[in-house]
């Protein structure tokens, strides 16, 4: 069986990185590498060199700056087009909150809520094409 549309990453918000850092390695034993005010990566499982999980099944995620009470968890979710992927999230009720935007040499992410209102990400990997 080929499973597609696999969860590839989190991105949880925080106002004090040294704080989570602390508490997610003490905690969970993850290594949380700091960038700046910008954000933190969390590595919780083995990674190669541009973050990607070597094991089977792990995924790394990441830490972003609260900008509300409102901000919360998410997770994001690979696909091979946003594109048909976010008409298949409208024809089967949810929204499309952001749409697909470019992330340069990364690929491209949109934002979509499931009919319940869970906001999640999409990641498309850049094309061959893209990427050369």
């Known amino acids: 069986m080929t499973v597609r549309n696999k969860a590839c990453f989190f991105e949880i918000p925080a106002m004090d990185f040294h704080k989570t ?4 390695e003490k905690v969970f034993d993850w290594r949380v590498e700091l960038h700046g005010e ?6 919780t499982t083995a990674a190669d060199q541009d973050f990607n999980p070597i094991e089977v099944g792990g995924i790394n995620g990441g830490f972003y700056k609260r900008k ?10 690979e696909t091979d087009s946003i594109d048909q992927t976010l008409k298949a999230i409208e024809n089967a009720g949810g929204k499309v909150v952001t749409p697909k935007h470019s992330l340069g040499e990364h690929g491209f992410m949109a934002d979509f809520a499931d009919p319940e209102g869970n906001v999640m990400t999409l990641w498309e990997r850049p094309s061959k094409n893209q990427a050369a």
């Not at 509300?68 to 979710?77: A, E, I, T």
């Open 68 to 77: 509300s009470k409102d901000d919360h968890p998410s997770v994001g979710v």
């Open 21 to 24: 850092k602390t508490f997610y």
């Open 38 to 43: 910008d954000g933190a990566m969390a590595l």
